[in-house]
């Protein structure tokens, strides 16, 4: 069955780094755009990154230019995303997702498959 699992989130201090993991299983991880996504509090679930299948093309939302870095390694089903110079607003519940369809996009609707999320803080 299809899962994916991500990890590394937590509680930081602004200007603080986390790297978030999503672990893929269950399908053909290098047939797949993959995104991260984030839902704060009160607020639409939000693309922030996405990367192509095979060519390693990234594309990501202007507020996380610069500092964040999605990354993949089709051989070990693994997806990253590098997080640095975390500021508060960046709190949310992050998800990866993986989109079967050929375009990349940072688009909710356009993913197939989601991981359960995991919870990251920034707070002084």
């Known amino acids: 069955q299809v899962q994916l699992v991500e990890s590394g989130g937590g509680s930081v201090q602004p200007g603080g780094s986390l790297r978030l993991s999503c672990a893929a299983s269950g399908f053909t991880l290098n047939d797949h755009v993959m995104g991260w996504f984030r839902k704060a509090p009160g607020k639409e679930r939000e693309g922030i990154s996405c990367i192509s299948s095979k060519d390693g093309t990234t594309d990501y939302i202007n507020s996380v230019k610069g500092r964040f870095t999605i990354s993949r390694d089709n051989a070990k089903n693994m997806v990253w995303l590098q997080m640095n110079s975390l500021k508060p607003e960046d709190t949310a519940v992050y998800y990866c997702?993986?989109?079967?369809?050929?375009?990349?996009?940072?688009?909710?609707?356009?993913?197939?498959?989601w991981g359960q999320g995991t919870q990251v803080t920034v707070s002084s």
């Open positions: 997702a993986a989109a079967a369809g050929p375009g990349m996009s940072t688009i909710p609707g356009t993913y197939d498959y």
